[in-house]
């Protein structure tokens, strides 16, 4: 049974473009959730994705959506990118929101 | 309000010892504690978790302490190992919010 799976492993950007991260959830699972890790930091909530639809956000700005597609597979687009974006995305994945299983995480390097 | 305070920042402790990790909130909301285990380059790997109505919890050489009325909880790991070197995080979920607020993290080095 695969655990959570995300791509790519690691990604560099330059200022003001745009970037796109996937995220295959654990079998079973039909909520995805986005954090944003910055180094030497506990992970931040983005939001949280059930039934297609963003069910949740937390404190990030518009630059950041995301969709979640009928097999439960997610993804998380990040648009005009700022230095101050580069950090590891993760992304977890559960069935109603309470045990949280984590994926392995984008490094993101915006230069 | 939604803020888990955690410490220590860092730790180290000798192999077969004790380690101990201490959090805090303040959210009454909150109703499941999880702990996570995150070791470098990697995401973190959820260790074990507690609800409130419950004040011990226990898995393996893990155990969660949880002190309701003073809105504490601590990860205690016994017989430490220098494999469980890591950064832990503590970590509060509520059923209306559903997201995970962490605390700050503690950089565990067991020395062999």
């Known amino acids: 049974d695969a655990g959570v799976t995300q791509s790519p492993t690691h990604l560099i950007k330059t200022r003001g473009q745009q970037v796109t991260l996937r995220c295959s959830p654990k079998s079973g699972h039909d909520t995805v959730s986005w954090y944003q890790q910055a180094l030497g930091q506990g992970p931040q909530f983005i939001f949280q994705y059930y039934e297609e639809e963003e069910r949740q956000r937390g404190n990030f700005p518009d630059r950041f959506s995301g969709h979640q597609f009928p097999n439960y597979s997610s993804e998380l687009n990040v648009n005009a990118l700022l230095l101050g974006d580069s950090a590891l995305y993760l992304c977890a994945s559960s069935l109603g929101g309470y045990e949280q299983f984590f994926g392995p995480g984008t490094r993101l390097t915006v230069l | 309000q939604q803020q888990v305070k955690q410490s220590p920042q860092s730790l180290i402790v000798q192999k077969g010892g004790i380690s101990i990790i201490n959090c805090a909130y303040e959210n009454t909301a909150f109703d499941y504690f999880p702990w996570y285990q995150q070791f470098p380059g990697k995401g973190p790997a959820l260790l074990i978790a507690i609800r409130p109505d419950v004040s011990e919890k226990k898995e393996g050489r893990f155990t969660i302490s949880f002190n309701k009325s003073a809105k504490q909880f601590s990860l205690h790991i016994m017989d430490s190992q220098p494999g469980d070197s890591a950064t832990y995080f503590c970590?509060?979920?509520?059923?209306?919010?559903?997201?995970?607020?962490f605390g700050s993290g503690t950089q565990l080095t067991v020395l062999p």
């Open positions: 970590a509060a979920i509520s059923g209306s919010a559903r997201q995970l607020t």
